[in-house]
């Protein structure tokens, strides 16, 4: 089955860090970059970061540069995005979603998973 | 950075109008441009790419055009399912999306 599950949100101090993982299954990994989208409650989606199939290449939002570190461990089929320096403003649902690679060498994001919860909040 | 311009931020229909949603860019981004429809409590879906090709099982009511940096998603014969809200996406190396378009029932 194809699919995307986020897991390791929470409610979390402004300050502290997280991990976000996204457990990828039923297609190959290692073909795809794949991206962070987050969304805050009742808002638009923010592009957050994106890491080729190999990690040679990452890209942040400025909103998260130097904050966020975007990961993945091909061996095991997953991606990571390690978040610190929460701000409240950084609440959201936070999508991990893969880049599709028949629409030539856009970032379209054709496989999306249901999300984590990411609230900051004292 | 490369902003995206939507609009309306929302339209009121009914079953079987066309919709029209325009989407601005800040700077060229030639067709990398993608929409995507999102249902309420849902993930985003994946619509158009390329400004104007329809993704693979995407019913052909839904089309897309460019004029320079102008986009536009059209819906024609606006069905129950379409109720959503929309947002266009450059597809740069450094994508942004558009404020959204929520489609409500007039």
């Known amino acids: 089955q194809v699919q995307l599950v986020e897991s390791g949100g929470g409610v979390v101090q402004p300050g502290r860090s997280l991990r976000l993982s996204c457990a990828v299954s039923?297609?190959?990994?290692?073909?795809?970059?794949m991206h962070w989208v987050r969304q805050a409650p009742g808002k638009g989606l923010e592009w957050v970061a994106v890491?080729?199939?190999?990690?040679?290449?990452?890209y942040y939002a400025d909103s998260v540069k130097g904050r966020f570190t975007v990961s993945r461990d091909n061996s095991k089929n997953m991606l990571y995005l390690q978040v610190n320096s929460l701000r409240p403003e950084d609440t959201a649902l936070y999508y991990c979603?893969?880049?599709?690679?028949?629409?030539?060498?856009?970032?379209?994001?054709?496989?999306w998973g249901q999300g984590t919860l990411v609230t900051v909040s004292s | 950075d490369i902003q995206m311009t939507q609009s309306p931020s929302s339209v009121s229909a009914s079953v079987g109008d066309t919709v029209t949603i325009t989407c601005r860019a800040s700077?060229?981004?030639?067709?990398?441009l993608a929409w995507y429809q999102q249902q309420p409590g849902k993930a985003p879906k994946f619509l158009i790419y390329?400004?104007?090709s329809l993704r693979s099982g995407v019913p052909s009511r839904f089309s897309g055009s460019r004029s320079g940096t102008d986009f536009t998603l059209t819906i024609s014969s606006l069905q129950p399912e379409d109720f959503a809200t929309y947002y266009c996406?450059?597809?740069?190396?450094?994508?942004?999306f558009g404020g959204g378009t929520k489609v409500e029932f007039k």
């Open positions: 979603a893969r880049q599709g690679d028949y629409y030539g060498s856009g970032s379209y994001l054709d496989l």
């Open positions: 039923g297609f190959t990994f290692t073909r795809y970059a």
């Open positions: 890491t080729s199939f190999d990690e040679s290449n990452k």
């Open positions: 700077h060229d981004v030639s067709t990398w």
């Open positions: 390329g400004a104007t």
């Open positions: 996406k450059q597809a740069t190396t450094f994508p942004s």
